[in-house]
């Protein structure tokens, strides 16, 4: 207990120095620079959204001249890219924080496999019509707000989507990668309810979801779940996650009218070990629900009422 004690106070001295403008400015630059040449490079990005929609139907879902949503586009917009290349009418690329670093996002362009980008792509646009694309974005050099807007990409940030909509028009596709897990939990049924409400007659959705502790994913996957709920502080919800499992998770999705979802993976995490006490705020049915990692979950709207089961 008084180990756990001293973490939550470490923490909150961290929150005060985290909070300051100096240090969100420093923070942004260096991590959107190693992301650019990591996790978040372009040909990266290419790969998992072909997986994603090879998953859900590549006909069916494919992206050209829709109107997409991204939730969480983070500091590098390269999922929105990917969008733009795979002929989007027009994306709006949205975070609750202001985190875009235009500098770093040609870095994430030129960092990358052409031909991976062109290979996982081809599925869903025509080749050539991609490669024409590509170039347009590795001449481009200088990725401001305006010339994302040239593109159709529309960076929208503040926003928080549990309390509005960055447009009026009805949205094709939405989509999120590690996004979900970090909004507070009570604010996890409003935003999807307002998202639900954004979709076209023909809107779809995709969203991976991690449900390990983020303050230590390779050693202690599983240790925010000793914390007591009153102590489980909104801004620990956003930063190491919200702690919602994969059957609440399904409880909420179900929840929502007029969006028809299911879970199309699901993996677990065998090697963390679980705390010996887990608190009585955190829901759960089996040490497997506990264990889960990751979901992807699909959805598209459906116009029909749900039937109870």
Request: charged share 25%.
């Amino acid at each position: 207990m008084k180990n756990l004690v001293k973490n939550l106070l470490d923490e909150r001295t961290k929150s005060i120095i985290r909070s300051s403008d100096l240090y969100q400015a420093l923070h942004n630059k260096m991590h959107s620079s190693k992301l650019a040449v990591a996790g978040k490079r372009l040909d990266i990005c290419a790969n998992e959204v072909a997986i994603y929609l090879l998953l859900v139907g590549k006909e069916k879902y494919a992206l050209r001249d829709k109107i997409c949503l991204e939730i969480g586009s983070g500091w590098l917009l390269t999922h929105s890219l990917v969008f733009y290349l795979l002929g989007a009418k027009k994306v709006y690329a949205t975070d609750i924080y202001p985190l875009l670093q235009p500098d770093n996002i040609f870095k994430a362009v030129c960092k990358s496999v052409d031909w991976s980008i062109l290979d996982s792509l081809s599925t869903f646009e025509d080749r050539e019509i991609l490669h024409l694309r590509l170039n347009k974005l590795l001449s481009l050099k200088n990725f401001s707000v305006e010339a994302l807007q040239d593109l159709g990409i529309e960076y929208v940030a503040p926003i928080d989507l549990s309390q509005q909509l960055p447009s009026k028009e009805k949205i094709d596709f939405v989509f999120s990668k590690s996004v979900l897990e970090h909004v507070p939990v009570d604010d996890v049924f409003p935003l999807l309810e307002n998202i639900v409400s954004s979709l076209s007659e023909k809107g779809f959705m995709f969203h991976l979801i991690h449900l390990e502790d983020h303050k230590n994913l390779s050693e202690r996957p599983f240790d925010f779940f000793v914390y007591q709920q009153e102590a489980y502080s909104r801004e620990l919800q956003s930063r190491w996650g919200n702690r919602i499992r994969r059957s609440q998770w399904k409880q909420i999705f179900s929840n929502l009218k007029h969006l028809d979802s299911k879970f199309v993976f699901e993996w677990s995490c065998q090697h963390g070990e679980l705390p010996e006490k887990i608190d009585s705020s955190v829901q759960y049915i089996d040490e497997e629900d506990l264990r889960i990692s990751h979901i992807g979950v699909f959805g598209e709207f459906t116009s029909l009422p749900k039937v109870k089961s």
